[in-house]
């Protein structure tokens, strides 16, 4: 009987602490929320209201618009579109293939591939941003969407996830392929590809998001508005000299969008990726 009890203790306690981390998470997304239907004036009033005293819609249009009534928000968000979508499709099929490569093959190196791949994950962006901007310019890929796609192609943690997934990938499955006359490529795209969706979700979804969210290396390389992304047009509300801090929340809260809309549709493969960190355990 004490067990059971001290059981039921031990889990009211874990489900409390759970409780407020998940409210400690979601409260500056419900500040976001709620601040983009206020005046800015509202945003700043201590204690702070929860409830809007009027409902601001105007802020959303203030976003869209922008103070110059430019309009250029669309085209910033078609740019943070064609950026992360590109971005996305392209490094998860470098990381699929060097992953495969990496789980399946055996070739003189291997180790030594795979662990320089790992130590790029060690080195902050910001050590090397400057000699890729200087290379970037160099190539004439200022102002262009392969200057902002190209640098992130090879995704190290990318590699590492696919490569602990296929590790525990049937190798009777691979030679089965083989024995039916299937070449690499074929077996790669019909049999690898086609059959690691938790995987590649896993990694879609993470390499979208960090292209979705990238601030740094679109100030650096997109001088030109019309290249500008998102991140960058939160920016500039930051840089004028009337802040308007009710269109600046409107305009976090429809980037969120595409983030939240991303991952309720792939949530289950999302979740179902995990099972790569304990692949090869055998």
Same mark, same amino acid.
């Given at each position: 009987?004490?067990?059971?009890?001290?059981?039921?203790?031990?889990?009211?306690?874990?489900?409390? =602490?759970?409780?407020?981390?998940?409210?400690?998470?979601?409260?500056?997304?419900?500040?976001?929320?709620?601040?983009?239907?206020?005046?800015?004036?509202?945003?700043?009033?201590?204690?702070?209201?929860?409830?809007?005293?009027?409902?601001?819609a105007i802020n959303y249009f203030n976003a869209i618009s922008g103070n110059d009534r430019s309009f250029m928000f669309i085209r910033n968000v078609i740019n943070s579109l064609i950026v992360a979508l590109s971005t996305t499709i392209l490094s998860v099929i470098v990381s699929a293939f060097a992953g495969y490569g990496l789980s399946? =093959?055996?070739?003189?190196?291997?180790?030594?591939?795979?662990?320089?791949?790992?130590?790029?994950?060690?080195?902050?962006?910001?050590?090397?941003?400057?000699?890729?901007?200087?290379?970037?310019?160099?190539?004439?890929?200022?102002?262009?969407?392969?200057?902002?796609?190209?640098?992130?192609?090879?995704?190290?943690?990318?590699?590492?996830?696919?490569?602990?997934?296929?590790?525990?990938?049937?190798?009777?499955?691979?030679?089965?392929?083989?024995?039916?006359?299937?070449?690499?490529?074929?077996?790669?795209?019909?049999?690898?590809?086609?059959?690691?969706?938790?995987?590649?979700?896993?990694?879609?979804?993470?390499?979208?998001?960090?292209?979705?969210?990238?601030?740094?290396?679109?100030?650096?390389?997109?001088?030109?508005?019309?290249?500008?992304?998102?991140?960058?047009?939160?920016?500039?509300?930051?840089?004028?000299?009337?802040?308007?801090?009710?269109?600046?929340?409107?305009?976090?809260?429809?980037?969120?969008?595409?983030?939240?809309?991303? =991952?309720?549709?792939?949530?289950?493969?999302?979740?179902?990726?995990?099972?790569?960190?304990?692949?090869?355990?055998?």
């Amino acid at each position: 009987m004490n067990i059971v009890k001290e059981n039921l203790a031990g889990r009211l306690v874990v489900n409390i =602490f759970l409780i407020l981390c998940c409210l400690a998470i979601l409260m500056p997304i419900a500040f976001m929320f709620t601040a983009s239907l206020m005046s800015s004036s509202e945003i700043f009033t201590m204690p702070y209201r929860w409830i809007p005293k009027k409902i601001h819609a105007i802020n959303y249009f203030n976003a869209i618009s922008g103070n110059d009534r430019s309009f250029m928000f669309i085209r910033n968000v078609i740019n943070s579109l064609i950026v992360a979508l590109s971005t996305t499709i392209l490094s998860v099929i470098v990381s699929a293939f060097a992953g495969y490569g990496l789980s399946k =093959f055996q070739f003189k190196g291997k180790t030594t591939v795979f662990m320089m791949i790992m130590g790029r994950m060690m080195i902050p962006f910001e050590a090397i941003m400057i000699p890729m901007y200087i290379t970037a310019v160099k190539l004439g890929m200022q102002n262009t969407y392969s200057g902002l796609v190209l640098p992130f192609l090879l995704n190290a943690f990318g590699v590492f996830q696919m490569r602990q997934y296929l590790m525990s990938f049937p190798d009777d499955l691979l030679d089965a392929g083989r024995i039916d006359g299937l070449g690499e490529m074929g077996i790669f795209w019909k049999l690898v590809f086609g059959n690691s969706t938790p995987a590649i979700a896993t990694c879609a979804i993470l390499c979208f998001k960090g292209q979705w969210d990238n601030l740094l290396w679109p100030l650096l390389i997109a001088q030109k508005e019309t290249m500008k992304t998102i991140p960058t047009y939160i920016v500039k509300f930051t840089e004028e000299k009337t802040s308007d801090e009710g269109a600046m929340m409107a305009v976090a809260v429809i980037a969120c969008i595409p983030i939240i809309i991303l =991952f309720i549709t792939m949530s289950k493969y999302f979740l179902g990726g995990s099972s790569m960190y304990s692949a090869g355990k055998e």
